[in-house]
């Protein structure tokens, strides 16, 4: 039988990721599965060593892991370790029409147009597209149709990968996103939709937000923790998941 999956990342590795609160989102993607009949896969277990991948890469094996432990799948939404998902949130594989979605990336503009101007330059043959086109790789959703989009990727990793190391330490740009972002822009614009920014608040703290108040468990349906969050990802993932599952 058939089934839509939601697909984690949570590999503890140092101190860092052990301390992040990672474990709050993991719960409330657990509730959200649950209540939507969508089955929760969470990677806990390093693919390839880091010091050739990091564990963001590993995101582009998710259609490889699935077969491998032989789960059948209709739609994969892979989510960031550092999100909460709101417990009102309707299911998103409703909104989806079969396509590759995501949410434009909101924030520094500066990092963002680094990131396409250098990738673009360096190792995409001067291809481009339009900044309001990059999409936040925290909230994904795709299916079987898109294996031949991820298997790309992997064969291009494994054979750029020194290239790639090499402009993110040099220009201090995205890691795996940009990526992602000029093959999806590249290979599937007509098969890519972008979700509304209710489905992947990132950068709160830029937006003005995110406080005491809580006023962002009141406008979307999946809070994202990223971008230099005060004081700490983890703080606020327990502060929310708290609000949102034992105090309403």
Not at 11 to 17: A, P
Not at 101 to 117: H, I, K, P, Q, T
Not at 190 to 197: G, I, P, R, S, W
């Amino acid at each position: 039988m058939s089934n839509n999956i939601i697909f984690m990342i949570n590999i503890v590795h140092d101190d860092r990721s052990r301390n992040q609160g990672y474990d709050y989102s993991v719960k409330s993607w657990k509730l959200y599965s649950k209540k939507i009949g969508a089955e929760l896969f969470v990677l806990d277990q390093p693919l390839y060593d880091y010091s050739y991948m990091k564990p963001q890469w590993f995101k582009m094996y998710i259609l490889d892991i699935l077969e491998a432990n032989e789960i059948d799948y209709d739609q994969v939404l892979y989510v960031d370790a550092d999100t909460i998902v709101h417990p009102d949130t309707p299911d998103i594989f409703e909104t989806t029409d079969n396509k590759f979605c995501a949410v434009r990336n909101y924030g520094c503009m500066d990092w963002l147009c680094r990131s396409l101007e250098n990738y673009s330059k360096l190792i995409f043959d001067d291809f481009t597209f339009p900044y309001y086109k990059y999409f936040n790789s925290g909230v994904m959703v795709f299916n079987k149709k898109h294996k031949s989009l991820f298997k790309s990727i992997q064969d291009f990793y494994h054979d750029n990968h020194e290239k790639i190391k090499h402009i993110q330490n040099t220009y201090h740009v995205g890691n795996d996103q940009p990526v992602l972002n000029f093959f999806v822009n590249r290979d599937i614009p007509e098969d890519y939709k972008v979700l509304d920014y209710e489905w992947n608040m990132q950068d709160m703290n830029r937006f003005e937000i995110i406080g005491n108040d809580m006023l962002h468990t009141r406008y979307g349906y999946v809070s994202h923790y990223n971008a230099g969050i005060k004081p700490t990802p983890g703080y606020w993932l327990q502060k929310t998941f708290n609000y949102l599952y034992e105090e309403l």
